[in-house]
């Protein structure tokens, strides 16, 4: 069973930066796909970005594009996302995830995601 950890959240002004990261354990992580997702009072959770399995290829959701990276580290078993130029709307509850399904996945959907942390709080002030 794969235990997930977030941590980096907290509040910082617009346009300031944090380092968001996820710490797994008890799995392979390095045969799955890995995915922040964030979700805001009164909404859904909502996809922001993924890294496949070796770290070869990523994918971001439009609003978080040239602002955010995503990357991992197999060797510590780690996931991070880099949050850059951060705006208000991006305040939510950030949370990392591990495919179903290993190998070279790229759905974007939270029903593709089987493994989830609790979630670490990102505050943006205007």
């Known amino acids: 069973q794969v235990q997930l950890v977030e941590s980096g959240g907290g509040l910082v002004q617009a346009g300031g930066s944090l380092r968001l990261s996820c710490a797994a354990s008890?799995?392979?992580?390095?045969?799955?796909?890995m995915g922040w997702f964030r979700q805001a009072p009164g909404k859904e959770r909502e996809f922001v970005a993924l890294v496949t399995s070796t770290g070869g290829s990523t994918s971001y959701t439009d609003s978080v594009k040239g602002r955010f990276t995503i990357s991992r580290d197999n060797a510590k078993n780690t996931l991070y996302l880099q949050m850059n130029s951060l705006k208000p709307e991006d305040t939510a509850v950030y949370y990392c995830a591990r495919h179903r399904t290993p190998g070279l996945t790229y759905t974007r959907s939270p029903g593709d995601f089987g493994s989830w942390g609790q979630g670490t709080r990102v505050t943006v002030s205007s």
């Open positions: 008890g799995g392979t992580f390095s045969r799955y796909t």
